[in-house]
């Protein structure tokens, strides 16, 4: 993936890099033509960006590198002009030079070695030879062997390239791995959200549903049991299903007052689609505000309404009730806490309720619409693949610069430091440069970027390069003496590599206005002199600008990578969560078949009579397993307790007087082990008539949990975990059970 993206990028900004050196290269060729070979030269100009222009767009929107060997032979024919121009006898032949050093460099971009090399290689030996036999040996031999120069350019160009395509793999591989770490981290949470919503739905249907029968709360042919207890039913037969894309939440929240037998005053839009996750968040948070309305308001009427599109909604559920103190509601009460505020968050939404006794209640839900348009800004896995980048474009950038600062600034300083008007200030100026390099290694080093300091040292930069000019011999700008014509454009672009391309623009454009002010204001400029100057300008610019377009190109790849493997892994992780989801809710419709929905089925078509205390204890049982479920799917630091807690809430509604006792410390137990451990104090809190007293014991070697309660004999399920074993006695009414779990002796 990284070497494809790389070599589009090295494409794009080869085009661009073209295109923009074109207008300042041709611009040169007119000043130095000899007057009676101004209008073939013109010709020339025309017919080089004619196809420079064509040969840039073909590199935007073509493949391959077939027009590469066109290109070359391009280059060797412009080059047979000069036979034509006179440009050999007239010096003027830097502008093609400069055709050729950027043509050479930008082939390394987009192509591979065995065409990149070849044609370098050709694009340099046929002008040599084309100047040689115009007799360029004769006139100055630097026309020819200055061309030679491209080579080098070619071959640092070549090897940052592999250098920026490995670099780019290793980032992308480290990317790899933390997104897919991210992802299982994400899935994992994606499939306890589902996990939560599933239980969530149990609780606000057959849960519900239940509980009430198991407390005694229903009475023989009401009518409101059977339609209930045959929506619980379709609701568990739904989640053990595959979810569709949209739902209609209008026509959702339309379904709720019915099952609720209230008289709802419903205000709303004739649909709204939604994705289903958030429409059947939204409408169970509202068929929960309901049923609490139905349960505890005290009134039969409640209010609706609905306002707002797909991208942002709002929903009001009101009554005119006896109202409550919502800070006042227990911990083990899930109503609110967990079907209303916790379902709305997980679907992105909130939920806000306001409510005193006797001031009625107002439930308000508000879903806003993902933006993900900036899901991916501050990420750190893009921030470590851009790190990594930069940090090695760093290392080669400021070995370059000190290549070119020490290895070729400072010989020209030392070689011409008599002839200079101010020797000191040439030396203070090349101190300064070398100072902001020794500052860059130290940053690099400490992995720092220049921050705040960036302005300042830009300045100075700047300044120091003034200065340098300013105490130039009259009329050397821009030529062999004026060392700081190349190199301050080294410390300068190191201090803004890691910004904008246009950064790095910026400041070659104000480099090269200060030496240009020296040259016209201060030592005053011919045509020559310009000539001169405009072409030194290409020159000395071409190579940091080469390391600027690198350092974009990096950035872009590594967020290019990166955004590409992010969505290959939140594609991943959907799929996995999706699959995942399924397949747990099919397990648990499986375990709920085999003893809540018979006893839903017998409430729905009226062969269980919920006065029944057989059917009222089995519904007791399976409400207290459904709340001990749910408190499987709560992060407590206790889970075995957390459980426990939810158990007793069941007996606490049934009136029954229930004491908790724990004493010791113990390992958390896996969740198969919890199970059995408190099954049999959860049948016998759910069928206790009056009392109950729970105790847990607890060692690293032991954990007992027991339960003595009036609640007379009972059936407990054996044991399915490996390490647990259950004891039980019976005298008359009291019934005492005893679970005891021994981790050394679980596998």
Known sequence: MAEGLLEGYGRKYASAVRLATLVPICLIAPFRAA??????????VVAAAGWTCWFTWWLRNGRGSALVALDVAVMNGLFCTVFWT?????????????????AVVTYQWYTPLRVGAPAAVGAVAGP?????????WEVDSSLATGILLALPGATVGRVAWIFMNRTARRAEALAREALRARGEALLAAGVRAEEREQVNSLHDTAATTLLMVGLGQVRSGAGWLAPQARRDLARLREAAGRTPEEADLVELLRAVPALTHLAVDFDAPDRLRLPYEAARAISDAAGEALANVRRHSGTGRATVRLSGDARALRLDVADDGRGFDPDGVPGTRRGLRESVHARMERAGGTATITSAPGQGTRVRLEWRSADRSGAAQDDPVEASAQARLGRGLRITTLFVALAAVFGIALPTVIRYLPTYEAPAAQLGAFAMIGVVLLAEAVLIVRGRSWGRWRGPVIAVVLAVSLVSYVSLPDGRTSTGEDWMFAAATWPGLIVVLDRPLRSALTFMAAHELVALFHLVVLEGSTFLTLARFATGSVTVIGYPLFLAVLATVLRDLGAAAVAARREIEQVRVADAVAGESHRRRQQRFAELSGSTVPLLEGLADGSLDPQDPQVQRRSAIEAARMRRLFAEADE???????ELRHCIDVADRKGVVVELDTRGQWPTPPVPVRRDLTEAVLVGLATAATRARVTVLGTPALVSVSVVADCGAVDVPPPAAPGVQVETLTSGDTAWMEAQWQPAASP
């Open 35 to 44: 007057p009676g070979q101004l209008v073939s030269t013109l010709v020339v």
């Open 86 to 102: 006179g440009a050999v006898d007239s010096l003027n032949t830097g502008w093609l030079r400069l055709l050729v050093d950027f």
């Open 128 to 136: 040599v030879a084309i100047l040689l036999a115009a007799g360029a």
């Open 636 to 642: 407590s630091a206790d889970p075995l307790l957390h």
